[in-house]
């Protein structure tokens, strides 16, 4: 059974910095693009970051230049690192991994930045 995990958010004041977790039971985890999106509230889901089998990065304008995302295909993990976390950057932050037609969520972890 495929399973995503992600673990790592919390509470942290502005300014301050996390790492993400995401732990994929995927066959060929390698060959799969990984996804992070996050959802606050009364919003619609938005794409934060991606890598791609070839290690290829995108970051939303929003993010870039504080977030940056990876992955180590020998433990099957992806991760985001946060720095200079900032309000707006509240909310539940999901893990996707796609190799299609396979498309694949994790259940989500919550990050929230005090002010």
């Known amino acids: 059974q495929v399973r995503l995990v992600e673990s790592g958010g919390g509470l942290v004041q502005s300014g301050g910095s996390l790492r993400l977790s995401c732990a994929a039971s995927?066959?060929?985890?390698?060959?799969?693009?990984i996804d992070w999106y996050r959802q606050a509230p009364d919003k619609a889901r938005e794409l934060v970051a991606t890598i791609t089998a070839d290690g290829i990065t995108n970051y939303a304008d929003s993010v870039k230049g504080r977030f940056t995302i990876s992955r180590d295909n020998a433990k099957n993990t992806a991760f985001l690192q946060m720095m200079s976390l900032k309000p707006e950057d509240t909310a539940v932050y999901y893990c996707?991994?796609?190799?299609?037609?396979?498309?694949?969520w994790g259940q989500g972890t919550q990050v929230t930045v005090s002010s």
């Open positions: 995927i066959v060929g985890f390698r060959f799969y693009t």
């Open positions: 996707n991994a796609q190799l299609l037609p396979n498309d694949y």
